[in-house]
């Protein structure tokens, strides 16, 4: 069973910065697709980020490119997402989630979901 366990959230002044961890364990591979979704209160959950296998390929929802940064350690088993200039609207749940299907189409189709990391971010 693929287990996804998030940390690094927290709480952060607007326009800070914070980089959430994904340890990925239980089955999983470097050819599974990482990828990051978050929900804020009363919103719908939302797709963040992806990358694939190799680390060549990434995708971004528009109100985070040029801010985020998805990356991963396939030695470690670790995805990471570098948040900077944090905005008051980022602040959400965010969650790491995995697959093992191809790249295409990126934004959806997760099998596995870690938990959860709070991220708020003040103004």
């Known amino acids: 069973q693929v287990q996804l366990v998030e940390s690094g959230g927290g709480l952060v002044q607007a326009g800070g910065s914070l980089r959430l961890s994904c340890a990925a364990s239980?089955?999983?591979?470097?050819?599974?697709?990482m990828g990051w979704f978050r929900q804020a209160p009363g919103k719908d959950r939302e797709f963040v980020a992806a990358?694939?296998?190799?680390?060549?390929?990434?995708d971004y929802t528009d109100s985070v490119k040029g801010r985020f940064t998805i990356s991963r350690d396939n030695a470690r088993n670790t995805v990471y997402l570098q948040m900077n200039s944090l905005k008051p609207e980022d602040t959400a749940v965010y969650y790491c989630?995995?697959?093992?299907?191809?790249?295409?189409?990126?934004?959806?189709?997760?099998?596995?979901w870690g938990q959860g990391t709070q991220v708020t971010v003040s103004s």
């Open positions: 990358i694939n296998w190799g680390g060549g390929s990434t």
């Open positions: 239980g089955g999983t591979s470097s050819s599974f697709v």
């Open positions: 989630v995995a697959r093992s299907r191809s790249w295409i189409n990126p934004r959806a189709s997760y099998d596995y």
